[in-house]
């Protein structure tokens, strides 16, 4: 069941690791967060589950470079969006987690701690992702991380500015996206 989800556990930074990233059936954007932008994602997540209608999906908890608490979600879109409060447990909101499908090359990788996902699989899926998209995903996440270092800077905390636009210039160095529709 995880072997799919084992070649992507580890820290946040080996989810953006270049052996990964680059190989050329891998496509990915960074969003916001659940934490913080919930709710621009209802529409693109809801239009990339749809795509693997049928699928699987399990969510696995990535920390210490290692998979645990797997769990079967039924229905992905009602756990981590719909019912937010009541369905989604307050760990994943500050644990990294993947949630990921059986069937499709299609898998979530959450970060609190940077701030962003990852959203990898086919081109298929992750332009059904972005094309469900209410906002922009990379513009989304630039323009957040870009406010939030900002009001760390006017607070005084120059450092902790510095370290967002870091993981910001991370991210999006590493932002891959797939073929337009037409061009699939």
Partial sequence: MLARAKMLAGSAEQYLADDWLSRSDVYCVAQENEAHGFHHELGSLEQALGFCLGSKWYLVETTDQELSNPAQIVDPLNYLLRERSPSLPSRWLVVPFMLFAMDYDAVILYSPEYEYKLISGTAEFVRA????????????????????????????????????????????????????????
Avoid: T
């Fill in 129 to 184: 992702y972005i094309d469900g998209a209410e906002v922009d995903p990379v513009a989304e996440l630039e323009a957040w991380l870009r406010g939030e270092a900002d009001m760390w800077k006017q607070r005084g905390d120059s450092e902790h500015a510095a370290a967002i636009l870091r993981a910001l210039d991370m991210a999006l160095k590493q932002v891959k996206l797939p073929p337009s529709a037409d061009e699939l």
